[in-house]
């Protein structure tokens, strides 16, 4: 098929070329009767006696009074070049007419449009005409016989008319055989692509291979402890396939390189995997941020995206990606990269919407409503300042919800919040201080047990030193500050009296540093040795300091042995004399500075930073608030009449699902995605995660023809 193809090709092309040339030479013999006419002019007006003169003085010898000429075609964009060559070539004794040609030619390789020019040179002498053709020749023009005789012209232009024809023909009969020929490939091709990828992959991967002096090849490489013994009986199985009379063999080899990292997955996992990946490859046996990603995740997505309705909507969408899973796998690339990014997410988008939902029970809050479920924990006991003339409620009117009243029953709430909180006017103010005391909660949650990953990682490598000069005075300095703080939101809630005006804690904690060792003040008294407490927590965070800083250095320098072994256990063989340069003393206290500097920084920053759970969360369910009352309830309470009113309702329900579902759930959700990423990748995996390792790819047909490994 492939020798077919080819002399189809060039036969084409050959009929192709010889196709335009007759083209181009009927072009000709048409300005052919123009270009003599013009000639014949010139004879008349004596131009023919000026130009032929009875002796050439380059030549020495007398030329022929003869006036001969040549015509030809040429690329329209050379005319001009064409022109002045000719001038001076011939010193002015060669006149130069052309015409352009309308028609669009053809070049025959390339099927590109070509504006030419037919042409006509008129000049005396064979010396002459030698030059004419080899500035033709240079300039790329074509010349074409032409004769004088009208008669002569119009039977070669017959002539031409007849060729033209049978090759228009041929042609047309050429291009149906190779459509029907290649309409026979078409059925193959793709196998026959498959083939070739996995010829050349595996050519490719026995170059690699290494010949031994007895002729065996052989090859070193990586593979998972659990599949030793797939991969000795897939070789076994290959040589009894192949007729070979030895049989393979299979060592493990002890290495001091470090392997690549290599991560189980499956369909819910894959996603989360690539997540982590995306910030860096987990280094060989550490701890992989991507199992714990898995909850901590969509419950951070959750707790900014918090509402019932909103996330039940993300999970129907991400559950409808799941079930058609099979139906979409089988047309993926006939899709848009959009949809595949959501495709290849729908594990995250179903459980980002379950959490989601989740979150909002916590809120009571579903399209910006409460549910009343377990009743109400307040009561009103006046109802009358409420009411319009008609005795209902006025729905333009708030409480204001005081526990210091008998309005509270001071029992809490079963679940979340009460909705009674919809009718207060300081709903805001007890919402803002509830999420924002929660995000501190929560986020120190989080980047606790980031440290305390961080000692199993040290464990595991055997850093003793980083234990106890790393890991110990992190985790002190960060509970002296933020714990304390989370400590006092407990014991405000759990032993303050409502009744009485409460201190407040970002000013304690302040003053904690500012008033350090002097007496509490009477409104900022929290409890009994508050001022003992405190002046010892700020003597432990102090040390921290100087702990972290200089304590690892000191010992690597005074215990070289040490030294020695707080690195990891996996080292190249030619790098040996190197790392010992690199981890010297003062790149030791250089590294340790910075760690000091940014953790000490980084603690009250990546706290901060947990506020946006506290900011989205607040956002998103004023944002539907808003979308609520100035849309959907703007409709419901038009009365016009009986015939409007539904109209009214239908498009402002229209209005409003648009706008929850472009506005709430697909802005706010990627808005909600960004930042629990950032929180995961910033102020979670800095604690423990290096991520300087590289991604185990074995040899892998699927990958290969998937077009993920392009070598």
């Known amino acids: 098929v492939r020798g077919e193809t080819r002399q189809i090709n060039a036969n084409q092309e050959a009929l192709l070329r010889n196709f335009y040339e007759l083209k181009e030479l009927k072009h000709v013999l048409n300005s052919a009767s123009a270009f003599f006419q013009e000639g014949a002019a010139i004879q008349q007006e004596g131009l023919k006696e000026r130009l032929t003169p009875k002796y050439d003085e380059e030549v020495g010898s007398k030329v022929s009074r003869h006036l001969s000429f040549l015509c030809g075609v040429i690329n329209r964009a050379k005319i001009p070049v064409f022109e002045r060559v000719l001038w001076r070539a011939s010193r002015g004794k060669a006149l130069l007419r052309h015409m352009e040609i309308e028609e669009m030619l053809k070049d025959p390789v390339t099927e590109e449009d070509i504006p030419k020019s037919t042409f006509i040179v008129y000049f005396q002498g064979e010396q002459l005409k030698m030059r004419v053709k080899k500035i033709c020749e240079g300039l790329g023009a074509t010349t074409y016989p032409c004769k004088e005789d009208w008669e002569e012209r119009r039977h070669t232009e017959a002539e031409v008319d007849k060729r033209l024809q049978e090759l228009t023909s041929i042609l047309k009969e050429t291009k149906n055989h190779r459509f029907r020929m290649l309409n026979t490939v078409v059925s193959s091709i793709n196998s026959w692509i498959i083939q070739v990828r996995k010829v050349k992959a595996i050519w490719y991967t026995m170059n690699k291979f290494k010949k031994t002096e007895t002729g065996l090849l052989h090859a070193e490489g990586w593979c998972p402890k659990f599949q030793l013994n797939e991969l000795d009986r897939a070789l076994k199985r290959g040589a009894q396939v192949a007729g070979s009379e030895v049989a393979p063999i299979l060592n493990?080899?002890?290495?001091?390189?470090?392997?690549?990292?290599?991560?189980?997955?499956?369909?819910?996992?894959?996603?989360?995997?690539?997540?982590?990946?995306?910030?860096?490859?987990?280094?060989?046996?550490?701890?992989?941020?991507?199992?714990?990603?898995?909850?901590?995740?969509?419950?951070?997505?959750?707790?900014?995206?918090?509402?019932?309705?909103?996330?039940?909507?993300?999970?129907?969408?991400?559950?409808?990606?799941?079930?058609?899973?099979?139906?979409?796998?089988?047309?993926?690339?006939?899709?848009?990269?959009?949809?595949?990014?959501?495709?290849?997410?729908?594990?995250?988008?179903?459980?980002?919407?379950?959490?989601?939902?989740?979150?909002?029970?916590?809120?009571?809050?579903?399209?910006?409503?409460?549910?009343?479920?377990?009743?109400?924990?307040?009561?009103?006991?006046?109802?009358?300042?409420?009411?319009?003339?008609?005795?209902?409620?006025?729905?333009?009117?708030?409480?204001?919800?005081?526990?210091?009243?008998?309005?509270?029953?001071?029992?809490?709430?079963?679940?979340?919040?009460?909705?009674?909180?919809?009718?207060?006017?300081?709903?805001?103010?007890?919402?803002?201080?509830?999420?924002?005391?929660?995000?501190?909660?929560?986020?120190?949650?989080?980047?606790?047990?980031?440290?305390?990953?961080?000692?199993?990682?040290?464990?595991?490598?055997?850093?003793?030193?980083?234990?106890?000069?790393?890991?110990?005075?992190?985790?002190?300095?960060?509970?002296?500050?933020?714990?304390?703080?989370?400590?006092?939101?407990?014991?405000?809630?759990?032993?303050?009296?409502?009744?009485?005006?409460?201190?407040?804690?970002?000013?304690?904690?302040?003053?904690?540093?500012?008033?350090?060792?002097?007496?509490?003040?009477?409104?900022?008294?929290?409890?009994?040795?508050?001022?003992?407490?405190?002046?010892?927590?700020?003597?432990?965070?102090?040390?921290?300091?100087?702990?972290?800083?200089?304590?690892?250095?000191?010992?690597?320098?005074?215990?070289?042995?040490?030294?020695?072994?707080?690195?990891?256990?996996?080292?190249?063989?030619?790098?040996?004399?190197?790392?010992?340069?690199?981890?010297?003393?003062?790149?030791?206290?250089?590294?340790?500075?910075?760690?000091?500097?940014?953790?000490?920084?980084?603690?009250?920053?990546?706290?901060?930073?947990?506020?946006?759970?506290?900011?989205?969360?607040?956002?998103?369910?004023?944002?539907?608030?808003?979308?609520?009352?100035?849309?959907?309830?703007?409709?419901?309470?038009?009365?016009?009449?009986?015939?409007?009113?539904?109209?009214?309702?239908?498009?402002a329900f229209a209005f409003w699902a648009a706008g929850t579902i472009v506005i709430l759930v697909i802005m706010e959700g990627l808005s909600a995605f960004l930042h629990a990423l950032r929180l995961h990748w910033v102020e979670f995996q800095n604690k423990f995660y290096e991520g300087e390792g590289r991604c185990f790819a074995p040899f892998s047909f699927e990958r290969i023809l998937n077009g993920a490994d392009d070598e």
């Open 252 to 651: 493990t080899v002890t290495t001091r390189r470090t392997p690549p990292t290599y991560h189980r997955t499956n369909k819910l996992t894959k996603g989360y995997q690539a997540i982590i990946d995306a910030y860096g490859v987990a280094t060989y046996q550490e701890i992989n941020p991507a199992i714990f990603a898995i909850i901590t995740f969509p419950f951070l997505f959750g707790i900014m995206f918090g509402d019932i309705g909103h996330g039940f909507i993300m999970f129907l969408i991400g559950l409808f990606l799941v079930v058609k899973e099979n139906y979409f796998l089988k047309r993926l690339k006939s899709y848009e990269e959009i949809f595949l990014m959501l495709f290849h997410g729908r594990y995250i988008i179903m459980m980002n919407g379950l959490f989601a939902m989740w979150a909002g029970f916590l809120y009571n809050d579903i399209f910006s409503l409460s549910l009343n479920i377990f009743g109400f924990s307040w009561r009103v006991s006046n109802f009358t300042q409420y009411e319009n003339a008609t005795g209902y409620i006025d729905p333009t009117r708030t409480f204001g919800l005081d526990p210091t009243t008998d309005d509270w029953s001071h029992k809490p709430y079963p679940w979340g919040i009460d909705p009674f909180w919809n009718l207060a006017s300081n709903k805001l103010t007890f919402v803002n201080s509830y999420k924002m005391k929660l995000a501190v909660i929560l986020g120190l949650a989080q980047m606790t047990f980031g440290l305390v990953l961080s000692f199993f990682n040290y464990r595991f490598k055997k850093q003793t030193l980083d234990v106890t000069c790393t890991f110990l005075p992190q985790m002190i300095f960060m509970q002296c500050l933020i714990g304390y703080l989370v400590f006092m939101i407990f014991y405000k809630w759990f032993n303050c009296n409502a009744t009485t005006v409460q201190p407040s804690l970002l000013i304690c904690l302040i003053n904690m540093f500012l008033n350090f060792g002097k007496k509490i003040e009477p409104e900022q008294h929290l409890y009994d040795m508050q001022r003992y407490v405190q002046s010892a927590l700020v003597v432990l965070a102090v040390i921290c300091i100087p702990w972290m800083f200089g304590a690892k250095p000191l010992i690597q320098h005074l215990y070289p042995r040490v030294h020695q072994a707080s690195y990891e256990q996996f080292d190249n063989d030619d790098d040996d004399e190197e790392d010992e340069e690199e981890h010297g003393i003062m790149d030791v206290m250089v590294h340790q500075g910075i760690e000091t500097i940014e953790f000490s920084l980084g603690c009250i920053s990546n706290t901060a930073s947990y506020l946006r759970l506290w900011a989205l969360s607040l956002a998103h369910a004023e944002l539907s608030e808003v979308l609520w009352n100035m849309v959907m309830a703007a409709g419901i309470e038009i009365n016009i009449n009986k015939y409007v009113n539904p109209i009214a309702i239908i498009i």
